[in-house]
């Protein structure tokens, strides 16, 4: 569509020691975007890789999967922003269809459905964990997800407007669970889920899961944010 494949769009790119992924996902970025590096504290040198590679590097010394997040959004000026996780199991290049639908007006968030591909690519505990925060969210917001994936797109000043806190593994959830609240229009789409390169820093372990579960039922445990009611439009 006009105007997406021009410098309208930021892709926030939260990472801690990536260096052998990001080649591959920064050469997948649609071209006119901005791919926003979010270096959480790596010692690989995944910050000068993503340099060396074209991308925009910005440091969050707060560790969590959150704060790299929202210092990725705090840092971006395209009017529409999406988020893809660093570690080669999603395909960013994916984004430009979720990016037409939020310009066209069919949908105010869209969220990837992750359809795992080869072995390995989404163990069984973070896939039972991700069905059980699903179920979570249905009963709190009514909205029949069936994944919490982290690649997504959606208007930057929206997505400001929601005010989201959370800065540890319960961001991904806050941010819908928020948009939720202030009627925004929430849809998913199917996407291909690929062995990551490395190792989960959230969800490669039981312990890693269960330190994700517990941030996000605390989210879910919020009372309903009402500062950005009304949605997007």
Known sequence: MAGVTEHTVDVVLPCLNEAEALPWVLARIPAGWRALVVDNGSTDG??????????TVVSESRRGFGAACHAGLL????????????????????LTGFVAAVAAGRADLVLGRRRPRGPGAWPLHAR???LALAHMLRRRTGLRLHDLGPLRAMRREAVLALALTDRRSGYPLQMVVRAADAGWRVRE?????LPRAGRSKVTGTWRGTWHAVRDMRAVLAEPPHTAALGGTR
């Not at 995944?46 to 991308?55: E, I, K, P, V, W």
């Not at 000026?77 to 199991?89: L, N, P, Q």
């Not at 789409?189 to 889920?193: G, I, L, T």
């Open 189 to 193: 789409e199917d996407v291909p889920y």
């Open 46 to 55: 995944s910050a000068d890789l993503a340099r060396s590679l074209g991308a």
């Open 128 to 130: 039972a964990g991700n």
């Open 75 to 94: 840092a971006a000026d395209a009017e529409f922003v999406c988020f893809c996780d660093c570690d080669a199991s999603l395909d960013p290049g994916l």
